[in-house]
């Protein structure tokens, strides 16, 4: 069986004196207990921190959350990133078939399109020739005309 027992500090047992107006001075001794910022130990501290790259300092502040928080945060963040990837791949995939389907639809009906606008262009033209020639020669038979014109 292990007994503890107390410790005191010998600094921390010695008792104050006072002064002759009752205050309590710091003697010239306890000066050098004092440390400013200024001192070795910071110095140190500082140099061990320049030291350290991002990544020592992202994955040490791991330990400050239990192992329970650090579970759920590491599921979270696949299932957002498994989401993240099934709906870009299905975007992808939805993207292909459309514009697939755009041009094997579109472009033939594209063509077919400015092939109608063409004969209708090509119908207004023979009807201008034929308001032309109508006025050109008046009195004459429809019939006759549209064997000039065919002509």
């Given at each position: 069986m292990v007994k503890l027992t107390e410790v005191e500090d010998e600094h921390f047992s010695e008792k104050p004196t006072a002064t002759k107006h009752d205050a309590l001075l710091v003697s010239d001794d306890e000066d050098e207990d004092y440390s400013d910022t200024e001192s070795e130990i910071s110095n140190e501290d500082e140099e061990v921190?320049?030291?350290?790259?991002?990544?020592?300092?992202?994955?040490?502040?791991?330990?400050?959350?239990?192992?329970?928080?650090?579970?759920?945060?590491?599921?979270?963040?696949?299932?957002?990133?498994?989401?993240?990837?099934?709906?870009?791949?299905?975007?992808?995939?939805?993207?292909?078939?459309?514009?697939?389907?755009?041009?094997?639809?579109?472009?033939?009906?594209?063509?077919?399109?400015a092939e109608e606008e063409q004969y209708i262009q090509l119908e207004r033209e023979q009807g201008m020739i034929k308001g032309a020639n109508e006025m050109l020669t008046p009195g004459t038979e429809p019939e006759k005309q549209e064997a000039q014109a065919t002509l």
């Open positions: 921190l320049d030291e350290e790259s991002m990544y020592e300092r992202i994955s040490a502040l791991k330990d400050m959350l239990p192992p329970s928080a650090r579970r759920t945060i590491t599921s979270s963040v696949s299932t957002l990133t498994s989401f993240t990837k099934a709906s870009l791949s299905f975007s992808g995939r939805a993207l292909w078939v459309i514009s697939t389907s755009a041009f094997l639809i579109g472009v033939p009906w594209a063509l077919a399109y």
